[in-house]
């Protein structure tokens, strides 16, 4: 880096030296412009609490944003003053977040499951059979690795999920011999890629500089890995990186229309449905809290509300009658 690097490199460095993902870098980066161009390209030292303010406030009325997007908007701006500009005024504490809505989440019946997985294709039906199987999260799904998947326990191992936390969740037997399968495609991938004098794949935070050959290793690659070799937009490298979560959104999108559902269903629909039926099904809630990742157990509980008797099997007086 140059002696007077820009605002913006300065950001990106601060990122990939406390190990952010990618994707925190590209929405952090993004954020902090917008907020910058908001005020007239003034630089973020002359600006004051009161600006950060007339952004967010920017966001949630004129651009209708919901609260998860301003708060992800102010964890940006706290993080270019607090860590890139290294100002810790006392106004910075004083900053108000916006409130999550608790929604009741969007479930799928068994019938509906059966009829979106009916409408999916390779690979595409096995990722969906694991969100639904294994309560995984899109993301934690498309970045599975081969060493994780552990057939003989009947596991799998989530690394770095949401909050930096692994956990263990199910590998249910119905799909072992489908993942086989798509572990003996991805090999022929991986082996081509080496042939052809690449192979590698991206190693997160200092590993690989701590194992250096192990980025070309079979245990390290991806399950589901892309149909093309890209360039990280980091390292420059030519890599095999894992599908693009996108894909996997709009097969899912499109089967639930196919399967004639009205519902605001998603690849995270399959997750609710996971904890709700384990729930119907008489498990413990700290077990299904376990297994989803959950921090807190209010966040499990919400999934009471969509159960087929809900939380104490109330029936209404109109079926009792």
Known sequence: MSNNPRLLDRVRHKIRTKHYSIRTERSYVQWIKSYIHFHGLQHPKGLDASHIEAFLTHLAVEKSVSASTQNQALSALLFLYKDVLEIDLPWLDGITRAKHSRRIPVVFTQDEVTRVLGALQPPYLLMAKLLYGSGLRLMECLRLRIKDVEFERRQIIVRD??????????????????????????????????????????????????????????????????????????????????????????????????????????CHTFRHTFATQLLENGYDIRTVQELLGHKDIRTTQIYTHVMNKGANAVRSPLDIS
């Open 161 to 266: 999920g949401k909050g930096g936390k692994d956990r263990v969740t199910l590998l249910p037997d119905r799909i072992a011999g489908d993942l086989r399968v798509q572990l003996i495609k991805a090999k022929e991938l991986h082996d081509m890629d080496l042939t052809a004098g690449y192979g590698e794949v991206y190693l997160p935070f200092a590993l690989e500089r701590k194992y250096p050959n192990a980025n070309r290793e079979w245990a390290w690659q991806y399950v589901f890995p892309a149909s093309k070799r890209s360039f990280d937009p980091r390292s420059g490298k030519q890599r095999r990186h894992h599908l693009d979560e996108k894909a996997l959104q709009r097969s899912v999108k499109l089967a639930v229309r196919e399967a004639g559902i009205h519902k605001p269903a998603s």
